[in-house]
């Protein structure tokens, strides 16, 4: 069964720095790896999404990578701004015999960025 | 364009009474599912729908049920809530061409079960 863990849960950061968010699993045998942002009290807005067969996706001021062989992902933000304060959720899809559509969540890291 | 809806915005059930979150989509998705979101758990799915007629299991459906008689509209049912289905209620779609597309998600329904 997979799982996903997102390392640290909560972090608070002043403006302009950049940050690192982690996320691990144990089933290298996925279809794609998706980031998204949450902000308090709504849905989930998708950021960013790798592909199996890629090692990185870019989007203005945020970048993520996948490494299988280790089980990890990473979502690079850099100069962080206020607006950037949300929590961050990476999700896997895939598995043997598995939709490609089927998420698997982690708990999400809440980002807060100090003026 | 509206995306991915969802109605109502929160809701307040007593123990054994039933409801249906309802969730629409207009961008002529085939795959739709419904996810729970619980504090420290992040989401868990519960059903899931690859098109008109054809529903499936999640990791979570005790408690829940779905149907799928249009694409647009993928509805849950709690046919007796418990005070452990109180959890804030997502829905999704996208299209299943190829393995990799992009997940669009409601705005969610907060439910309270006392």
């Known amino acids: 069964k997979q799982e996903v863990t997102q390392i640290p849960a909560a972090l608070s950061v002043p403006e302009g720095e950049n940050l690192v968010l982690n996320c691990s699993f144990t089933?290298?045998?996925?279809?794609?790896l998706q980031w998204f942002r949450q902000d308090p009290g709504k849905g989930l807005t998708s950021l960013l999404l790798?592909?199996?067969?890629?090692r990185e996706q870019t989007s203005g001021r945020l970048n993520a990578s996948l490494d299988k062989s280790s089980g990890r992902s990473t979502l690079y933000i850099a100069a962080s701004q206020p607006g950037d304060s949300a929590t961050y959720l990476c999700?896997?899809?895939?598995?043997?015999?598995?939709?490609?559509?089927?998420?698997?969540f982690g708990a999400g890291t809440i980002l807060r960025v100090k003026s | 364009n509206a995306g991915v809806t969802q109605t109502p915005k929160f809701q307040v059930l007593k123990t054994g009474q039933s409801m249906t979150l309802q969730c629409a989509q207009d961008?002529?998705?085939?795959?739709m599912s419904w996810y729970r979101q619980d504090p420290g758990m992040g989401l868990r799915l519960i059903h899931y729908?690859?098109?008109?007629?054809?529903?499936d299991q999640g990791e979570v459906p005790n408690g829940y049920n779905v149907s799928r008689s249009t694409t647009e509209d993928f509805p849950l049912r709690l046919l007796s809530a418990a005070p452990s289905q109180t959890s804030v209620y997502f829905c999704?779609?996208?299209?299943?061409?190829?393995?990799?597309?992009?997940?669009?998600f409601g705005p969610g329904t907060r439910l309270l079960v006392l």
């Open positions: 961008m002529n998705h085939e795959y």
């Open positions: 999704a779609s996208s299209s299943l061409l190829g393995s990799s597309e992009t997940q669009y």
């Open positions: 729908s690859v098109g008109a007629g054809i529903t």
């Open positions: 089933d290298s045998a996925i279809y794609n």
């Open positions: 999700a896997m899809s895939g598995g043997l015999m598995e939709y490609g559509n089927k998420l698997v």
């Open positions: 790798i592909q199996s067969s890629q």
